[in-house]
């Protein structure tokens, strides 16, 4: 995105990856929930979240040792202007599906041009932005793009191909689940039974085996996804030895309750992957498309009672630390205080609208740590106050007499997400407030989190150290009446968007980093998430025969770092 990519054009493998890797050998993924659907491209449906990297491929893969880098994969060469304006791309002559028919360039344009019509809404925001798509000979082709947006050269090479001979004349977006769409990756889902399992086999004819971009990449024969019915049960499934590794995100169940008897005989390994990417959002989000979360003094209210110290320490021990913006624990990161040069100048033109804290500064509420938390609540008290709540037999009550209630939507499988809310349920009755507590299964969460049919939610949007137009569809203006967007909150800021759009004109990762940081603040400031802990240290407990290599990449244990990059070994060597 910025400056050269790190490794050189004879580059033999991935830095973090082990070209020379062992490959065999079968593992069993655990997933909470359920699956009705094998179609990750579109929005109907829950989908194992996995399929998407495993199964499918795009021109050019990342590198995840660099904020944003690509190198070629289904494309053996990339052709950019010094503005950007278009991409130009040309196949490698053997890429194939799994079934082995050829990539062509018709494949390429019809997978564009279906996932911008009839693919999930996180493919929609590059179809607009899209002039043409023209063959320009018999393996390559040029996007040309009718805006000025410097992420979109790679934001194209990055979508994934599909077989125009499987597609064509169907109902893509509403295809049964026995209907797989065919991809060019590693695996092929080879069984399944829905809601249960996935059985995902290594293609002993896979095109790219022996591409630089795939050393030492893929090594397992089999990866084996079984769901189960929440983290508890799964958990449990993993110390009887039906799962081969589990990511432990709570760090107090990591020091205590990883001490079963598999990991005593030395069966299972505890391995700690740092990370240096942004903290991302994790919470419970308001939705302020609805009263009474569209005034922000009642959003800081609900942050002010929401004793943080005192659950982080009750479900954690105390252990993580609490994400303080959305771009935390990076360089992207607001600085504390007032904002300051170009971060300041960014912002000054929309200086009238912004919300208190945006340009002043804006900081959490830090509580003693005990129960009651009576300065929190005390300036919640006072903020309803203002807002027009007032307590009428320990009740807030607004001047029509309406009391103030709301319900927390949450996934009935996450049972830390419960022991949150029901914390936090007693500090707000304390408070005069009403909040009911609805757990519903993954379909209907799914559902209605997509439809913004809730009040508030639990909420995670992980981010990268390259935001880009993804930012459009996580809070920019449009994609807040977007059903299927991740913009739950319903930011509707000009001043996002302005931030948003700075970003993807920004020539230098100075004006970068300002437009970031700029954006952190109005987001941060705009109390639309009441933040949890964030994950600096990925938690991964794994049986012994499964291993990974010593380097480790900037972006630590990544969506997909593991199995990606690890093998399967049956004896120490």
């Not at 655990?30 to 495993?54: A, C, E, H, I, Y």
């Not at 203002?386 to 009550?397: L, S, V």
């Not at 997400?417 to 909040?435: F, H, K, P």
């Not at 990925?538 to 593991?562: Q, S, T, V």
């Amino acid at each position: 995105m910025y400056g050269d990519p790190a490794l050189p054009p004879d580059f033999v493998s991935l830095p973090y990856a082990r070209p020379d890797a062992p490959r065999g050998g079968s593992i069993t993924l655990g997933n909470t929930g359920g699956f009705d659907s094998l179609n990750p491209f579109v929005r109907k449906g829950t989908v194992p979240w996995q399929l998407r990297f495993f199964t499918h491929e795009s021109l050019m893969g990342r590198s995840w040792d660099e904020p944003f880098t690509l190198y070629g994969l289904l494309a053996e060469s990339v052709e950019v202007p010094d503005d950007r304006s278009w991409v130009a791309f040309t196949l490698r002559e053997n890429a194939r599906f799994s079934d082995g028919s050829p990539v062509t360039i018709d494949d390429v344009i019809f997978s564009y041009e279906l996932l911008g019509s009839q693919g999930h809404p996180r493919y929609l925001g590059l179809a607009g932005q899209i002039a043409a798509i023209d063959q320009t000979g018999p393996r390559s082709l040029r996007i040309t793009f009718n805006t000025d947006n410097r992420e979109l050269a790679l934001l194209a090479g990055m979508r994934p191909i599909l077989s125009r001979a499987q597609w064509e004349g169907r109902d893509f977006a509403n295809a049964p689940i026995a209907d797989i769409p065919l991809g060019t990756g590693p695996y092929v889902v080879s069984d399944y039974e829905a809601g249960r399992f996935v059985q995902l086999t290594r293609n002993p004819d896979y095109w790219g085996a022996e591409l630089p971009l795939r050393a030492g990449t893929h090594n397992f024969d089999r990866i084996r996804l079984d769901f189960y019915g929440d983290a508890s049960v799964m958990f449990e499934g993993f110390k009887a030895g039906d799962i081969s590794a589990v990511r432990e995100f709570n760090a107090e169940k990591w020091a205590r309750q990883y001490d079963f008897p598999a990991v005593q005989r030395g069966d299972v390994v505890r391995s700690e992957i740092p990370h240096l990417k942004p903290s991302g959002m994790t919470g419970f989000v308001m939705n302020t498309r609805r009263p009474p979360f569209d005034d922000w003094r009642v959003r800081e209210a609900l942050i002010q009672a929401f004793n943080f110290e005192y659950i982080n320490d009750t479900l954690t021990g105390g252990a993580q630390p609490r994400i303080t913006s959305y771009f935390s624990n990076s360089v992207l990161a607001m600085a504390p205080g007032p904002a300051s040069g170009a971060v300041a100048d960014l912002l000054a033109p929309f200086a009238d609208s912004l919300l208190p804290g945006t340009l002043e500064g804006y900081e959490l509420p830090v509580t003693d740590g005990s129960l009651r938390n009576r300065r929190g609540i005390r300036r919640a008290m006072a903020l309803l106050e203002e807002a027009g709540w007032t307590p009428q037999d320990g009740i807030m009550r607004n001047a029509s007499g309406d009391a103030l209630a709301f319900t927390l939507l949450i996934a009935q499988n996450s049972s830390e997400n419960r022991a949150i809310a029901d914390i936090y349920q007693s500090a707000l009755d304390r408070l005069g407030v009403e909040m009911t507590i609805e757990a519903t299964d993954d379909a209907q969460f799914t559902e209605r989190t997509s439809a913004f049919d809730f009040e508030m939610t639990t909420y995670r949007r992980a981010l990268s150290l390259s935001p880009g137009n993804e930012q459009r569809f996580y809070w920019g203006s449009d994609s807040a009446s977007q059903e299927g967007s991740r913009n739950l909150m319903g930011v509707t800021s000009p001043a996002a968007d302005a931030m948003i759009d700075a970003m993807l004109q920004a020539r230098t990762a100075e004006e970068f980093t300002s437009a970031v940081r700029a954006l952190d603040r109005i987001l941060t400031a705009g109390r639309y998430v009441i933040p949890f802990w964030q994950y600096t240290t990925g938690r991964i407990a794994h049986i012994k025969e499964m291993k990974f290599p010593d380097e480790l990449p900037l972006y630590g244990d990544g969506p997909n770092y593991m199995p990606e990059v690890w093998w399967y070994e049956a004896s120490d060597q």
